[in-house]
């Protein structure tokens, strides 16, 4: 990284923080604070939704699954959303707008009763700090992973880099609220579309001059092979010839991250969700100066969408084509502690040796197939070591002493690569789990599962950002940059939307109704400061492959709890006027109970169709309390708010041709559409 991308890097930062800070230097009261002011455009809020959306979680963890099996079938996250967010312009805006609220919790007290917006308040912040924690981390992964690989003298761990992520939201959100947020994803947003298509251009550029690269030959069974190219091939036929199986949008319906069936209910619950009733999505068209300009921007949000996948998805599973080595040894420290448990429950096996402190010859003589757990004393060492072999798994010193492990452990991978990545291995843990298993049964005892990863996918945004993009010239620094600014403002959503529902939702509702206009602002900067510190510790613990293989994966799953439960009344609150003001805390309750019921009885559901089966039993049990007790009278929606509310006649016609393109693309990346 030269003196022009540090440059480039650094006046981008400046630049979003301090237009942030002036555009928004006027705000005085919590209206001015948490929304802006309701005067938000059309292009701020098309803008705001996609910079607060489109974040590391995105960049990291959907490019580290399109470099998995999983490949374009990721994209379902963001072209469902296209069709999602044209229905939320037109069914769901105008009631929330008509409403007058600051907050989707608000709203449940506005329809059902105060315990249902309580309920929904706590929930979504306890989500929020996963979600602070997990977008920080992500960032911090990516920021360490580049440093590693290009020439930068101090390379931050991921704790050091969190730091520097959770304090550069902290700044202009605290400061500034909901208008800084939105000027700030102003920029932002348009940045991290132009530095995607940059890495997708240059990523395009390298696999045209290799003369071979890996791929899945089968996304059910995860089986990789190397393609050898000539000469004469063209860029696209490579790449075809190479993800052609990945160029899929329905996966098996066996499929443990998203397949086919999911596609028919499930996904549509967390799409319908997060951009109708996510605060921290749905406060940049509360803000909306009108109905008009939130369903103009929604709508341009939506078109937005739809190219995504072509800057973050593409990317990643050329990521695979061209460093799938790299991306293997980049599991060796996520693999390091687990395969030392191994060897703990097993010490007569011959495929994993414990060598303390290896000196550089047994280092560069070690012998592939076998792998060596290398006890380190510093992470210094630790990191000089990755990129030696895959069959060398450092640790440090005081880890490796520490380690315990059940008797009756399995270890096993949900990289279905796995096998392919480290073959013997794979043969001798499964003879070794089948004993144990049995020996659990005899004993009638607990199994505890220990988990292992074939390749570190979340690292193949890393991987292209250090070595696809040309030197000192600025582009990478524009990039690194463009990544920064999609974490720091899908952070600075969160913390935003936080500090909204805990300042209005609990604080003045629970604790403090006779608050002035200043308290309430300033008890939501101070929250801002503690939301942020709770990412930042929170942050480096997302790390444990124990916990996922995929950072995507952790943000999706967990909000399977809350997710179901605040759509079915949500939409019972707007369909069914007869409706209980109970079966708001009923509905939630529900959902949080069958979720977490289901994942413990029933673990092999994968968890959209989880949701789709809690969606139902929320529905019916609703239902069943307004057939035995319908409310006397409808509950009116009164207008409480002086902003226009005539719906635009020029968003409908785009939200047509947006809904028309989406299932174009589904049609052309179907297995029939790819065959042609």
Known sequence: MGIIDAIVFVLFVLGV????????????????????????????????????????????????????????????????????LAIVAFFFL?????????????????????????????????????????????????????AGEMSIAWVPSVASASVFIGLIAMIYVATGGLKACAWADLIQGGA????????????????????????????????????????????????????????????????????????????????????????YITQRTLGSASLAEGQKGIIFSAFM????????????????????????????????????KYKMANPESSLVQVVDSPSRDTLETWKDGVFMIAICPNQDTITKLHNKSPYILPVTKDSYENLKIAQYTVFTSDDKSWDEAFPSLAIELQRYNEATRKAAIDNHAAVSIEKLIGYKYDAALGQLLSKVLPENIGLAGFVLAALLGAVVSSLAAMLNAASTIFTMDIYTRYINKQASKKTIVTLGRVSVLLFS??????????????????????????????????LAIFVIGLLVPRAPRCSGVIGLLTSIVSYGLLKVAVPQLQFVNRMAVCFTICLAAIGMITMIKPLPTFIPFRKNTNIELKSSKSAIVAAFFVVLLTIMLYVIFSPAGIAR
């Open 305 to 340: 969408k739809l190219l995504i996948p072509f800057v973050i998805v593409v990317p990643g599973m050329i990521a695979f084509n061209l460093f799938s080595s790299e991306l293997k040894c980049k599991a060796v420290s996520d693999n390091g502690l687990v395969i030392a």
């Open 192 to 279: 991290l579309i132009i530095g995607g298509g940059i890495i997708m251009v240059y990523a395009f550029k390298m696999l045209g001059n290799v003369s071979e690269a890996a791929y899945i030959t089968d996304v059910e069974k995860g089986t990789i092979a190397v393609k050898t190219f000539t000469p004469d091939q063209s860029i696209m036929e490579r790449f075809l010839d190479l993800n052609r199986v990945r160029l899929n949008m329905f996966l098996p319906r066996n499929d443990a991250v998203l397949p086919w069936t999911a596609l028919l209910l499930g996904l549509w619950i967390p799409n319908f969700y997060y951009w109708g009733l996510n605060q």
């Open 533 to 566: 510190l709770i990412g930042i510790s929170i942050a480096p613990l997302l790390g444990n492959p124990k916990i996922s293989h995929s950072i995507f994966m952790i943000i999706q799953e967990s909000q399977g709890f809350i997710a179901p439960g605040i």
């Open 17 to 84: 923080i301090g237009t942030g800070l002036w555009k928004s230097r006027n705000e005085k009261s919590q209206e001015d604070y948490f929304l802006a002011g309701r005067g938000l455009k059309w292009w701020l809020i098309g803008f705001s939704l996609i910079a607060a959306n489109i974040s590391s979680e995105q960049f990291v963890g959907m490019s580290g699954n399109a470099a998995s099996h999983v490949g374009l079938a990721i994209a379902s996250y963001e072209w469902m959303a296209a069709i999602v």
């Open 94 to 146: 105008p009631y929330f707008l008509k409403a007058g609220i600051y907050t989707m919790p608000e709203f449940l007290e506005y329809r059902y009763n105060q315990w249902a917006r309580l309920i929904m308040a706590v929930s979504m912040l306890l989500i929020y700090m996963l979600l602070l924690g997990a977008v920080t981390y992500s960032g911090a992964l990516t920021i360490n992973t580049m």
